[in-house]
């Protein structure tokens, strides 16, 4: 079964820096995109960054200029450098991958890193 196992949250100051990992597993099957949502408390959960296999990227304009995706296909692993925090980046960053099985795609979730951002 697929699993991805997230790493890398914590506490940092504001104007900090944290880089997110997330590296899948299980699968034979291409992962399509691979990316990063967050959800701070009380707020629906939100995309923060993709990329797909071709690496085009697509970032939510509120982290435009200070987080940066990336991805070692090799390894399936899916990074997210997270630069100049602010408070509003608190919250739990799930990692996503979606998986082309040929006739379709399926997405899969890790269960979350928390980033707490402290002014």
């Known amino acids: 079964q697929v699993q991805l196992v997230e790493s890398g949250g914590g506490l940092v100051q504001a104007g900090g820096s944290l880089r997110l990992s997330c590296a899948a597993s299980?699968?034979?099957?291409?992962?399509?995109?691979m990316g990063w949502y967050r959800q701070a408390p009380r707020k629906e959960r939100e995309l923060v960054a993709l990329?797909?296999?071709?690496?085009?990227?697509t970032y939510a304009e509120s982290v435009k200029g200070r987080f940066s995706i990336s991805r070692d296909s090799t390894k399936n692993t899916v990074y997210l450098e997270m630069t100049r925090l602010k408070p509003e980046d608190t919250a739990v960053y799930y990692c996503?991958?979606?998986?082309?099985?040929?006739?379709?795609?399926?997405?899969?979730w890790g269960q979350g890193t928390q980033v707490t951002v402290s002014s």
């Open positions: 996503n991958t979606v998986i082309d099985y040929g006739l379709g795609n399926l997405g899969y």
């Open positions: 299980g699968t034979k099957f291409s992962i399509h995109r």
């Open positions: 990329i797909t296999n071709n690496r085009t990227t």
